[in-house]
């Protein structure tokens, strides 16, 4: 797992953290204070990271999102908010 643009202070709570953690756990955890570290390269293909991040990929400008329906469908319809 990469952790990137992490504040100097995760990386002294990673340093205290990681003594207590499985070695092969602390292994697999890489914490970077730029976007655009070149040692991602060494488990990930440039092809699959964004260009913001140093990759190849094209930048996202568009997620998708889950929506969730906060109001059961049984509640009466005097109770919902209009919009408009």
């Not at 995760?10 to 003594?19: A, E, L, Q």
């Not at 440039?46 to 094209?58: D, F, I």
């Not at 568009?62 to 109001?71: F, P």
Request: proline share 7%; charged share 20%.
């Amino acid at each position: 797992m990469w952790i990137v643009n992490a504040p100097s202070g995760m990386s002294t709570t990673w340093k205290i953290v990681s003594t207590f953690l499985d070695p092969v756990t602390v292994e697999k955890i890489k914490i970077s204070k730029t976007n655009t570290d070149p040692s991602i390269f060494d488990n990930a293909d440039p092809s699959q990271v964004e260009a913001k991040y140093g990759g190849t990929q094209a930048n996202r400008s568009e997620y998708l999102y889950a929506t969730i329906n906060l109001v059961p469908s049984h509640c009466p319809k005097e109770f919902l908010i209009k919009k408009g």
